[in-house]
């Protein structure tokens, strides 16, 4: 058993651990491109950011009655996307030490991402994050994405845990209301600042308001020791931590 009691964390990816949206945008925006739907913005992005690749395909293509299916449409942009993925997708550094912190200390730790699994193991391969995040699960492997609690329900089952001693650290809403729903604690990075005073987010056990830029190894591994010492004394704290 770790130090942490209990403790198992399930990270989001994307946004998360690494600063992959851009990727995203620029595979979504090339592929609308392609299908006659030019113009699309970063801000138009950002409104997605937490939601499923296949799911948000799936909005867009309702919203400029694009004639390709959700799975062509898919397949283009999962091309684009990996082969921008593997040249450059950068590690949030604060995150990397908590992720090598808790693998110290014999915390299980898996990844629960709206990605398809092979952009989930380009990623966690090419950043070297793979060595301490062994597990994860993608949305092609449940019902539903978030903000339904599937996901993380899934990853606690695959690493062996109930899902109340379990903590989801997210940048997104759609993450934080599944976090949520599965019963778990929540440390919430948003990823788009303008955001974090969403009701959402005011579920999380640990808000860091100002995003990565304010998130940091330290303080969110002390919120954990004190939530394992807390949970094991079964004693009530106050969401904000």
């Known amino acids: 058993m770790s130090t942490l009691g209990s403790t198992s964390v399930v990270f989001d990816l994307d946004g998360t651990l690494v600063d992959s949206e851009p990727n995203y945008y620029e595979a979504c925006r090339t592929t609308l491109a392609e299908h006659g739907v030019p113009g699309f913005t970063w801000e138009e992005h950002e409104s997605y950011v937490g939601i499923s690749t296949q799911e948000t395909l799936g909005i867009l293509r309702k919203k400029y009655g694009i004639q390709a299916t959700v799975a062509v449409l898919l397949t283009e942009l999962n091309t684009r996307y990996l082969a921008l993925a593997r040249a450059n997708t950068p590690v949030y550094p604060q995150m990397r030490k908590f992720v090598e ?94 955001q974090a005073g969403d009701p959402a987010f005011a579920t999380a056990g640990l808000l860091f308001r100002g995003g990565q830029r304010e998130f940091t190894a330290e303080a969110a591994y002390d919120w954990l020791a004190r939530t394992a010492a807390r949970d094991t004394a079964g004693t009530p704290y106050p969401l904000d931590g």
């Not at 014999?106 to 597990?135: C, D, F, K, N």
């Not at 092609?140 to 903590?167: Q, S």
Request: glycine share 8%.
């Open 101 to 194: 912190r808790l693998h110290a200390a014999g915390v299980p730790m898996a990844v629960a991402s709206g990605s398809s699994p092979e952009a989930i193991e380009a990623i966690l391969s090419g950043t070297g994050l793979a060595a301490q995040l062994r597990a994860y699960v993608s949305a092609d492997a449940v019902a539903h994405g978030k903000p339904a609690p599937d996901i993380f329900l899934e990853a606690a089952r695959r690493m062996g845990a109930m899902p109340a001693h379990c903590t989801v650290v997210e940048d997104a809403i759609p993450g934080a209301v599944a976090a949520y729903a599965a019963g778990m604690h929540c440390i919430a990075v948003p990823y788009v600042i303008s």
